[in-house]
């Protein structure tokens, strides 16, 4: 007995989503691919009553679906992310406080980079940060001690001292370095940041070069 046309295109179309997943370069088109083409069997499968490929297509739907889920949400992390500020909130578990009086010391260049700090109040003055001598001041807000963990040696490229009383949260460098590569939301924050300070320490650097020729 001949199938009805109708379902015979139904399986056509699905055969030609099928297909087009292998011609997808990226896997937000593909999964969407996959999906459009589990529905077309599912419905090619009911309709003509061809049941191993409907159970088939049921079964592989939720595990395109979930996929496509993690897809959309890990792009809209890494867009909030490139547009955010320093997500303290989910890393405050990581975190510790500590208390700085004013003139104290809480790093000096070339030390150890054991961990990454940030500003919850007072003022901190940042000295030799980066490649140019120079003196920053830092507000709450503001993270401090990044460039380090992601440098060679592993060095601290600045001294830090406490301006006034001031409050410090604390994140040790194994800790950033796995949610480093867990987390695109802190990934890209810590890149905008680095790359920023570079930029900012170039035009001195340059100028300084000149200088010393």
Known sequence: ???????????YIASVLVASTFYMKTMLPLRVFAISSNVAFIAY????????VLI????LFPLNIVPLYQIKRLTAHVR????????LGWLAPYMRSTAYKKGAIIFNKGEPADKMLYVHSGKIRVTNMGAVAQTRFLEPGVVLGEIG????ERK?????????DSYVYSIDEDKVIQLYFENPK??????????RRLIEDLPMAIEKAGVNK
């Open 1 to 11: 007995m001949a199938m009805p046309l109708g379902i015979e295109i139904a399986g």
């Open 45 to 52: 499968g009911y309709l003509g009553h061809l049941y191993p």
């Open 56 to 59: 088939l297509h049921l079964f």
């Open 80 to 87: 909030e992310a490139v547009s955010s500020g320093f997500p």
């Open 149 to 152: 963990i992601f440098a060679p």
């Open 156 to 164: 601290r490229t600045a001294t830090a001292i406490a301006e006034e």
């Open 186 to 195: 802190l990934a890209f924050y810590l890149i905008k940041l680095i790359t």
